[in-house]
């Protein structure tokens, strides 16, 4: 495949984020809180998240160990932030979570699935075939700053994810309004700090491919973010009226 045949995918990527963030205006992706059974039948929760996730390290892989070029050691750490974002999201949180019983939608899973497949796609086939990284790229200003969002905000997503997970002494517990850090001023600061995780990926590796990746991430996050916000201001009368959605004191 050339580059340019390449890049016509990353398009097209960029095009399905923005027909799936239009989607999203009218109605929340069921999962989580929004589960239901009208997208089908149902399979366990948590090892839905392992298939879903784990799923684009064995499409980044693929091609990251099969591909005609030898990585640099910039190709590598990209590939290894990537992949302990994914270790994490697919092997650590959903044994974290104390969600016994709950159920996510087969079609969501295979819909994560198909999402993770072009992610992993994109990631991977550029390292390994079109990638020119030099050893001077990580003083770069686009690996530093990048690197620092990036790791900003996968500490965000983890400590937001632990102040969500702490709320639920057993599974049987409802939901409950978090309080404390990034939630004084958000209420999904899991969802932002994995949008800046990305937005800092997406600089530090400074491709069409890693921007793509990033954009369809907004596409997918940022609306449900606002939808927990409003879930949350319509469940709880005492919720914080000056907490904003996902921008803290914008939106």
């Not at 929340?28 to 090892?47: E, H, I, V």
């Not at 996730?53 to 160990?65: A, I, P």
């Not at 686009?142 to 969500?164: A, E, H, K």
Request: glycine fraction near 8%.
């Amino acid at each position: 495949m050339t580059q340019e045949t390449f890049n016509y995918f990353c398009y097209a990527w960029i095009g399905i984020g923005i027909i799936a963030f239009l989607g999203l205006q009218f109605k929340d992706a069921p999962y989580g809180k929004f589960t239901n059974s009208k997208w089908g039948p149902l399979m366990s929760n948590r090892w839905g998240w392992v298939i879903m996730e784990g799923f684009v390290l064995l499409v980044l892989y693929s091609f990251v160990l099969s591909g005609p070029k030898t990585l640099s050691a910039v190709d590598w750490t990209i590939a290894g932030l990537f992949t302990a974002h994914y270790i994490n999201r697919s092997f650590i949180y959903p044994f974290r979570t104390r969600t016994q019983g709950k159920k996510i939608p087969v079609s969501i899973v295979g819909m994560a699935m198909f999402h993770n497949l072009a992610n992993g796609f994109l990631i991977g086939y550029y390292l390994s075939h079109f990638s020119s990284y030099t050893i001077d790229w990580f003083t770069s200003w686009q690996f530093i700053v990048g690197g620092f969002l990036f790791v900003f905000g996968m500490f965000t997503n983890i400590y937001s994810d632990t102040v969500l997970i702490r709320l639920r002494n057993n599974p049987d517990d409802g939901y409950k309004i978090p309080y404390g850090g990034p939630f004084k001023y958000i209420s999904a600061p899991n969802l932002g700090g994995e949008l800046i995780e990305w937005i800092g990926f997406a600089i530090l590796c400074w491709n069409l491919p890693a921007f793509c990746f990033a954009f369809f991430t907004f596409c997918n996050l940022f609306p449900r973010a606002l939808a927990n916000h409003k879930w949350y201001k319509q469940t709880f009368r005492d919720y914080p009226k000056d907490r904003k959605a996902v921008i803290p004191f914008v939106y």
